[in-house]
């Protein structure tokens, strides 16, 4: 099983777009972690319509698209190697049993055969188009612990002020509810991969994630994925 899939690879926009969490995808030899497959089809094992969007910002904008090619379950390409969920064993009340004693040898299995190829893919993007920008793509669930998440997209930053205003207000301009750094929070560290590559290749980067109520359905995912591209090129063009 391939650890990741570039899209478009002579696209020629300043435009980087990543997607850590593209795929519910886990080799057979893991047994699905212990888990049945409509658990690892819901947000704990991807995040879901990230990876159809990408698709269709790739097309429209002509940029290349690194997608990661495994479950967020199996290891988290959007988490440091340091950090606690890395590797879960539970993820919203659902224990994965898969994980629940990984040793040493398979800790560092995993991020040999799955975690290191899919950044030194993304380092390998940005190596040949400087000037780029970043963008890391992701959906968020509705719902969380009883809280009812009322707005269709968040703009994660921490460094690029500026760059989150002009693409979060060409967003809503588009007719979208816009939040800065939420769900989550850039300011928090909370946009690894972005941050990480970003810095690594001196190109401004954000996070983008996308209400995943507003992407169960191809008809809703191409328009609002045909929105985020027209703020896209109004934000590379600025």
């Known amino acids: 099983m391939a650890p990741f899939e570039v899209l478009n690879p002579q696209g020629q926009a300043p435009l980087v777009l990543t997607c850590e969490h593209a795929s519910c995808a886990i080799p057979v030899e893991y047994d699905d972690l212990g888990l049945e497959s409509e658990e690892i089809r819901e947000h704990i094992g991807w995040d879901i ?19 990661g090619g ?16 890395l590797i879960i064993a539970e993820s919203h009340g659902v224990r994965v049993p898969g994980n629940a004693h990984i040793d040493t040898v398979e800790r560092e299995r995993r991020i040999r055969d799955f975690y290191r190829p899919y950044h030194e893919a993304i380092d390998g993007v940005l190596a040949q188009g400087p000037g780029a920008f970043l963008l890391s793509v992701h959906s968020f669930t509705s719902t969380l612990n009883g809280r009812v998440r009322r707005f269709d997209a968040g703009v994660l930053f921490d460094d690029y002020v500026v760059e989150a205003e002009r693409f979060g207000g060409a967003l809503a301009t588009s ?3 816009v939040r800065y750094n939420q769900p989550y929070s850039g300011l928090e560290g909370l946009i690894f991969s972005a941050r990480t590559h970003g810095q690594r290749h001196q190109v401004r980067y ?14 809703a995912i191409r328009r609002i994925a045909e929105q985020i591209a027209a703020a896209l090129r109004s934000l590379l063009e600025a």
């Open 49 to 67: 319509g990230a990876r159809h969007v990408t698709e269709i910002l790739a097309q429209h904008c002509d940029a290349v698209a690194v997608l």
């Open 70 to 85: 495994v479950s967020r379950l199996l290891i988290d390409c959007n988490r440091d190697l340091s950090d606690h969920d």
């Open 175 to 177: 007719g979208l509810r």
């Open 206 to 219: 954000l996070e983008l994630e996308i209400n995943n109520g507003l992407l169960r359905e191809a008809s």
